[in-house]
């Protein structure tokens, strides 16, 4: 399996200038400084993965906002002082967003829709004009968390235009693709082979889910007071996970009959073979646990799918280094912030 080099260990900034409370440019110049990145490459990580709204690069006519790219360039100057890569990832774009917060978004339209398409390939001609110079420093993501099983043919379609678009620019930048139902390792094998030898297969991994986002307020399914320890026998996660958020999923492959590392190996395994037989590195963008989880549960769950991290040479960022109910730095996880850094 090849390596998606320079960005093995990393960590999300998350709520930073993605998923904001407020748009408010003294949140954007405080939340995320070059203290947090000294930091960050204290710890050992290689690379952030830093998330980034539309709305902070351009107005609501499409005109690019010079203040929200002096946000990434800062970024960029801050990991090239500590030695630490960027990945860019646009997390919604203008006429599509993943969020399930916002109910009444058409998540279809944006892959039907060449108006809204051709706003998103501008946007991404910008961002590549301006990190063209960083080949090997700088990544690109072109967006978060496809939502739709069923948008998956058109998905390919915009990706190979995205490809395409910014390979005119930006020729050997690492470009990170990931697939549908909110980037679900599921999905890996629906991608096209790769356009070129620098692109990345990706996904996110918050399974299982029951565990992983146990009272999560923006799931309507979770009473709030939800909890689950880990690990517990396959057997329980199912009953759990079929009474709270309907039957499907990973939990319910025929191979899964117990937790553990071998868990997340069978479920990795066909974005494995996918990945391997197009020769493309595999990369899981996101995971993590919900901070309301017990800690030594999350220690447990974090050796888990590090394990497999490992033995596969899968590149990984944590959710999130910052709040975003997850974040490292956050007073619940300090207290098991040596353990895991010994995981990492």
């Known amino acids: 399996m090849r390596r998606f080099e320079g960005f093995q260990k990393g960590v999300n900034l998350g709520g930073w200038i993605s998923q904001f409370a407020v748009y408010d440019p003294v949140h954007f110049r405080t939340f995320i400084t070059k203290a947090d990145i000294a930091?960050?490459?204290?710890?050992?990580?290689?690379?952030?993965?830093?998330?980034?709204?539309?709305?902070?690069?351009?107005?609501?006519?499409?005109?690019?906002?010079?203040?929200?790219?002096?946000?990434?360039?800062?970024?960029?100057?801050?990991?090239?002082?500590?030695?630490?890569?960027?990945?860019?990832?646009?997390?919604?774009?203008y006429g599509y967003s993943f969020d399930p917060l916002k109910k009444d978004m058409d998540r279809s339209r944006f892959f039907y829709d060449d108006a809204l398409q051709n706003r998103f390939l501008r946007l991404w001609q910008r961002i590549a004009e301006e990190f063209k110079e960083e080949p090997d420093r700088v990544a690109f993501e072109p967006?978060?968390?496809?939502?739709?099983?069923?948008?998956?043919?058109?998905?390919?379609?915009?990706?190979?235009?995205?490809?395409?678009?910014?390979?005119?620019?930006?020729?050997?930048?690492?470009?990170?693709?990931?697939?549908?139902c909110y980037n679900s390792v599921m999905s890996v094998e629906l991608l096209e082979a790769p356009y070129d030898d620098r692109v990345v297969y990706n996904f996110h991994c918050y399974e299982p889910m029951i565990f992983s986002h146990q009272g999560a307020y923006w799931m309507e399914q979770f009473p709030s007071d939800y909890r689950i320890s880990y690990p517990q026998s396959v057997e329980v996660y199912r009953a759990e996970t079929k009474r709270i958020l309907g039957e499907g999923g990973t939990l319910f492959l025929p191979e899964v009959t117990e937790m553990g590392p071998a868990y997340f190996e069978i479920i990795f395994k066909a974005a494995l073979e996918a990945a391997g037989k197009r020769n493309a590195p595999l990369y899981c963008?996101?995971?993590?646990?919900?901070?309301?989880?017990?800690?030594?549960?999350k220690i447990r769950w974090l050796k888990d799918i590090h394990s497999a991290f490992e033995k596969f040479s899968i590149g990984h960022a944590l959710w999130n280094y910052k709040e975003k109910d997850f974040g490292l730095v956050d007073e619940r996880f300090a207290e098991v912030k040596d353990d895991f850094i010994a995981v990492i």
């Not at 690069?57 to 002096?70: I, W, Y």
């Not at 030695?83 to 774009?93: A, G, R």
């Not at 939502?147 to 190979?160: G, P, S, Y």
């Not at 963008?285 to 549960?297: C, K, Q, T």
């Open 143 to 180: 967006l978060n968390e496809v939502v739709l099983w069923e948008v998956a043919d058109a998905w390919n379609a915009l990706i190979r235009r995205y490809i395409e678009t910014v390979r005119a620019i930006a020729p050997r930048h690492w470009l990170v693709i990931g697939g549908v």
């Open 285 to 297: 963008g996101e995971y993590g646990v919900i901070d309301l989880a017990d800690n030594p549960s």
């Open 39 to 93: 930091y960050i490459a204290s710890l050992g990580f290689d690379h952030v993965r830093v998330p980034v709204d539309y709305n902070v690069l351009e107005d609501e006519a499409g005109n690019p906002l010079e203040s929200g790219f002096d946000y990434l360039r800062n970024c960029l100057a801050w990991c090239r002082e500590y030695n630490l890569n960027m990945l860019i990832d646009l997390h919604e774009c």
